[in-house]
């Protein structure tokens, strides 16, 4: 706990108050040299790979031997909490640091990764790094992707080293791997309204993003008559309460979200004439999201025929929803259990990178318990005794794995 909140200022921070720390930045390769010192301390030996993931590797009983991968993301939100992510990097080399003092090696080796952009807080989509190792990033991915500055993500790794033509160079075999299990905060207050230090994930709900441009005429504040103005802004506005009406009428599962938004051209006495903004659109499973998000679109094409504006929705990212591999959650509930614990099993309604390597391996993922399910907000709160929990959840895991293994 005192590792991540070492993470959550300078030099760890791209911002000058609270913690922002994007990936490819010189507040993530900070935090990526302090995270290798720690995995070194653990016993492991490091390295980074060519989609800029940190990767701490332990040896198992035979040199050479597949690997239980246990990670999490090293990126964040702005005005962020400090836990969302680096927690579950933290709690796997609390692992590996114990089995390394006790001069234990399991049948499989232990890798710790960090990965870099699970939140996709610079660039407009997700889970590049963990795509490339899960070996599902498509050829081009990556090709005219810019952040807001019009920095390029090849110009963003050239400035680490790394090229954008070897990112795919960080795929692994699945010969190479048994499994991913990510330890991660709820961000949410089923745990906590339960009395539960901690959960085990079932699956993760399957996600789509959009980016939307809204394109109306640009006109002076105060000569444009109110009736023929084709406000983008206004336009926008009836966007973004058409998507949260969407999500409501579903009475479902089915979240929608606007949270980032850019008016153009941005002067007090002017009538905006373009406006961009994000859309994030959720459910359990696949038929419902892309249910909700269809008809989302469709009320943008009757707004935008409405105002005499044009709108554009184009979509920029695709996560299914990903099913836990079943015999690794019943061995998680398992170890739950013997912390005295009761496994309460959940659905994580936020995407993480354990979905993006189910692809390349069984998955699980493990849910600690946050004061009132407060997250991506600086008073993110998780406590040390719940994560001493989850080593010894996770400990207890590992072994399990391990006999089986070795059997």
């Known amino acids: 706990m005192a590792r991540c909140d070492a993470l959550g200022v300078a030099p760890y921070s791209d911002a000058d108050s609270g913690l922002y720390r994007a990936w490819l930045t010189p507040a993530h390769r900070q935090a990526q040299g302090v995270v290798a010192e720690w995995m070194g301390q653990a016993g492991m030996a490091t390295r980074l790979d060519a989609a800029s993931n940190l990767i701490g590797r332990y040896e198992g009983e035979h040199r050479d031997a597949p690997a239980l991968l246990i990670g999490s993301h090293l990126d964040s939100v702005r005005d962020a909490g400090r836990y969302d992510g680096p927690l579950g990097i933290m709690l796997g080399i609390e692992c590996v640091a114990a089995l390394h003092a006790r001069g234990e090696r399991m049948p499989f080796a232990i890798e710790v990764i960090a990965f870099g952009d699970e939140e ?187 105002r005499g504006v044009q709108v554009e929705a184009v979509q920029v990212q695709d996560l299914a929803a990903s099913p836990c591999d079943t015999h690794l959650v019943e061995l998680l509930a398992q170890a739950v259990e013997t912390q005295d614990i009761a496994p309460r099993r959940l659905v994580s309604g936020a995407g993480h990178d354990a979905m993006v390597m189910r692809a390349l391996c069984p998955t699980a993922m493990l849910f600690v318990r946050c004061d009132g399910g407060i997250s991506h907000n600086p008073a993110e709160r998780a406590s040390a005794a719940d994560a001493g929990l989850a080593v010894a959840a996770m400990l207890d895991f590992i072994e399990r794995l391990g006999a089986i293994r070795g059997n």
């Open 120 to 306: 996709g807080s610079r660039f407009p989509a997700s889970m590049f790094t963990s795509r490339a190792v899960a070996g599902t990033l498509a050829p081009g991915a990556l090709d005219g992707v810019v952040d807001a500055a019009g920095v390029s993500v090849a110009q963003a790794l050239d400035g680490w080293g790394l090229a954008a033509a070897q990112f795919h160079q960080a795929a692994r075999r699945p010969d190479e791997v048994i499994g991913y299990l990510e330890t991660h905060i709820e961000q949410g207050p089923v745990l906590e309204a339960e009395g539960l230090a901690l959960g085990v994930v079932t699956g993760i709900a399957a996600q789509l993003r959009y980016e939307v441009s809204v394109r109306g005429r640009a006109g002076h504040a105060g000569t444009s008559p109110m009736p023929l103005r084709a406000d983008a802004l206004t336009a926008a506005a009836d966007c973004v309460l058409a998507v949260e009406a969407v999500a409501r009428e579903a009475a479902s599962d089915l979240v929608a979200t606007v949270g980032r938004m850019q008016v153009l051209p941005g002067a007090t006495n002017v009538i905006p004439g373009r406006v961009s903004f994000s859309l994030d659109v959720r459910a359990g499973d696949n038929a419902r999201r892309d249910a909700g998000a269809a008809q989302i679109l469709r009320r943008f094409e009757a707004i935008a025929a409405a």
